[in-house]
């Protein structure tokens, strides 16, 4: 599966912005989908994750009650949905694939079988 991010951008603190990934081929409802993000001298963390159906979700301590991930398996299609957006959260941020099934927090780097490429979050204060 092939997988492109978008809706990056310069932002101030407080705004929000909707992020996308968007994945090619017929299988991606058989993926579990996260989004990860690296920050300017960072390892990449996960953030959010969401099971093959949409029902599970988890999400960092960092961005909990702030972000929103979802996805529309029709239109091979995931979400991150980031408001109240603040300098810290300033990264590179990717989305990526994993087709076997996992606890959703356990997901790493290292563990995942496809990714996009990133798209730049900057947030102003």
């Known amino acids: 599966v092939q997988l492109q991010a978008s809706g990056g951008g310069l932002v101030q603190a407080g705004d929000s912005l909707r992020l996308s990934c968007a994945a090619s081929?017929?299988?991606?409802?058989?993926?579990?989908m996260g989004w990860f993000r690296q920050p300017p001298g960072k390892v990449r963390e996960l953030i959010a994750a969401i099971s093959r159906g949409g029902t599970n979700t988890y999400y960092a301590d960092s961005v909990k009650d702030r972000f929103t991930i979802s996805r529309d398996n029709a239109k091979n299609t995931v979400y991150l949905e980031m408001n109240t957006l603040k300098p810290d959260d300033t990264a590179v941020y990717y989305c990526?694939?994993?087709?076997?099934?996992?606890?959703?927090?356990?997901?790493?780097?290292?563990?995942?079988?496809?990714w996009g490429k990133g798209t730049q979050v900057t947030v102003s204060s």
């Open positions: 081929g017929r299988t991606f409802s058989r993926y579990i």
């Open positions: 990526a694939a994993k087709l076997t099934v996992v606890t959703l927090g356990s997901l790493t780097p290292g563990g995942m079988d496809y």
